[in-house]
């Protein structure tokens, strides 16, 4: 089993629609929590990040973390064409690691 | 956000030469980088973690005599590919880390070097 889970996708909405990203981990000693995005060739880039359980919002998007679950997701709100990216969440427990999931496809269609 | 550079950001070789990639954080002091290696339509590959002065970490798997990683200041580190042959062809993204007193660190990322070896 991976450390992190997350579905490749492809995903794919119409422009204006809620997207929700999600991923799964199994390490209960990850505490700080990461959405990147990736576009074609190029490096990834931070969105969000969360340490411990909760929400945390900017602009239209929004992180929330539930580690009972140990789920963690990310909303996009009035998704757009430029949203269309690979979405990585990424998970640390601290240390010098950070443990990536395998990132999730997006196309928003306009 | 931080800005991480990279360079070259495509780069063609001859299998056998050697490629150097350089790193550099612009406007703050990574305390760590790392080294990751992409393949189309996949995930990250850390290759190796490095602190300023001191020797690389490398992965299990990872040659370090094949990728040879100096991280001479705290703003820039260099990924050196030596003896590239046709599998090493890739893309290469390096990512710099800074502690963060608000949570803890903020990592980010180059744009990547993408290594094509003919």
């Known amino acids: 089993q991976k450390e992190v889970e997350q579905d490749p996708g492809p995903l794919s909405v119409p422009e204006g629609a809620i997207v929700s990203l999600n991923c799964t981990y199994s390490?209960?000693?990850?505490?700080?929590f990461m959405w990147y995005r990736q576009y074609s060739r190029k490096g990834p880039e931070l969105l969000m990040y969360?340490?411990?359980?909760g929400n945390k919002e900017d602009g239209r998007f929004t992180a929330q973390v539930d580690k009972s679950s140990k789920y963690i997701s990310l909303f996009i709100r009035d998704s757009q064409p430029s949203d269309s990216a690979t979405y990585l969440c990424?998970?640390?427990?601290?240390?010098?690691?950070?443990?990536f999931g395998a990132g999730t496809r997006l196309f928003v269609k306009a | 956000g931080a800005v991480v550079s990279q360079h070259p950001s495509w780069v063609i070789c001859k299998s056998g030469t050697s490629v150097k990639i350089e790193c550099r954080s612009l406007?703050?002091?990574?305390?760590?980088m790392f080294w990751y290696r992409q393949f189309p339509k996949q995930s990250l590959m850390l290759m190796a973690t490095?602190?300023?002065?001191?020797?690389?970490?490398?992965e299990q798997g990872v040659e370090k005599d094949k990728f040879l990683i100096n991280h001479a200041s705290l703003t820039l580190s260099t990924l050196t590919v030596t003896s590239a042959h046709p599998e090493d062809s890739s893309f290469y993204i390096c990512?710099?880390?800074?502690?963060?007193?608000?949570?803890?660190?903020?990592?980010?990322f180059g744009p990547g070097t993408r290594l094509t070896v003919t």
């Open positions: 390490n209960s000693a990850f505490q700080y």
């Open positions: 969360t340490y411990s359980s």
């Open positions: 490095s602190n300023e002065g001191s020797k690389a970490t490398y």
């Open positions: 990424a998970m640390s427990a601290g240390g010098f690691k950070t443990i």
């Open positions: 990512s710099a880390r800074v502690t963060s007193g608000i949570w803890g660190y903020e990592q980010y």
């Open positions: 406007d703050f002091q990574a305390t760590t």
